[in-house]
């Protein structure tokens, strides 16, 4: 039997919140649909951010009170504070995110605040989480390269990385935010943070703006991690990275995975269907930014 790796799918949030023009929830609530019948167990689909800063995704609480639930899968939301918790809460989130930088520079871009200052906000949403048994999972941004600060030290994402987990994160995903990461710098990094974190509590993360990405999952793969991120049809970015283009496509990432005799669980012309789905989307949003 083929070894499996989990494709964690974050098209409806990573993928559309970098979106120019807004999409339509009922066709964002179709796509998580699509994805749910291609296989995918874990999607993120909604990020409880202030609308004014991340407008794409101001109709998250609809969304996920529209999709239809399998069982089984899970349905995730980003919650940066608690007021974005107790949203994703009445939304019916099956688990959240919080998201660190493992940078200075990055972390006062994206939450207004530093490193240390991103612990306390989250430290009592994991805390709420603890107590209702809702699983946590944390992303480190910039754990390569900083758009502000440059290289960024293996050591620096190996102590979020630890501070996450011990807080309580079930699982910390590491994020080549702006795309730039070498295979190189990726092992380097791995191997750091495996000292703090086990590598079966990992997954990577990678943006393919230099068409590294599936270079940086096959060194990922070779230190022990078996979860990645994807966004179907490469959809995404960050809004608060600038040069950051879309996330590895989830389609070409199942197709790698297959080919290296890897089992993923997703149902290829279902995730091709997905794919469609999604690049409508963009140029849908694409002429309503134009309009």
């Known amino acids: ?95 959240i995110a919080v998201f660190a930088s493992a940078s200075e520079g990055f972390s006062q871009a994206n939450l207004n605040t530093d490193i240390a200052g991103s612990f306390e906000r989250f430290a009592p949403i994991l805390d709420a989480a603890r107590h209702i048994d809702l699983p946590v999972r944390g992303y480190v941004s910039c754990v390569a390269e900083c758009p502000y600060d440059g290289a960024v030290a293996p050591e620096q994402v190996a102590q979020v990385a630890e501070k996450l987990f011990a ?33 079966s509590r990992l997954a990577g993360h990678f943006h393919d703006t230099s068409t590294r990405a599936l270079d940086n999952v096959d060194c990922a793969l070779s230190l022990g991690v078996r979860v990645f991120d994807a966004a179907v049809g490469g959809l995404g970015g960050c809004p608060f990275a600038p040069g950051a283009a879309g ?10 995975l297959l080919r290296l005799g890897y089992e993923t669980g997703v149902d290829p012309a279902e995730l091709s269907k997905a794919a469609d789905l999604a690049r409508s989307m963009r140029s849908q949003g694409a002429k309503t930014e134009r309009d």
């Open 1 to 95: 039997m083929s070894e499996f790796v989990e494709i964690f799918e974050v098209g409806p949030r990573d993928g559309l919140q970098n979106e120019p023009g807004l999409i339509a929830t009922e066709d964002k609530i179709n796509l998580v649909n699509q994805l749910s019948t291609a296989g995918f167990t874990r999607i993120e689909i909604a990020s409880f951010v202030s609308p004014k800063w991340v407008p794409q995704m101001a109709d998250s609480g609809e969304v996920l009170q529209g999709i239809t639930r399998h069982e089984g899968k899970r349905y995730a939301a980003l919650t940066p504070n608690m007021r974005g918790y107790e949203r994703a809460l009445a939304a019916k989130a099956d688990e």
């Open 167 to 199: 807080m309580g994160c079930y699982e910390i995903s590491l994020g080549d935010t702006i795309g730039r990461a070498s295979p190189d710098q990726i092992a380097k990094m791995l191997l750091a943070v495996r000292e703090v974190v086990p590598a």
């Open 247 to 256: 996330n590895l496509a989830t389609e070409a990432l199942n197709d790698h």
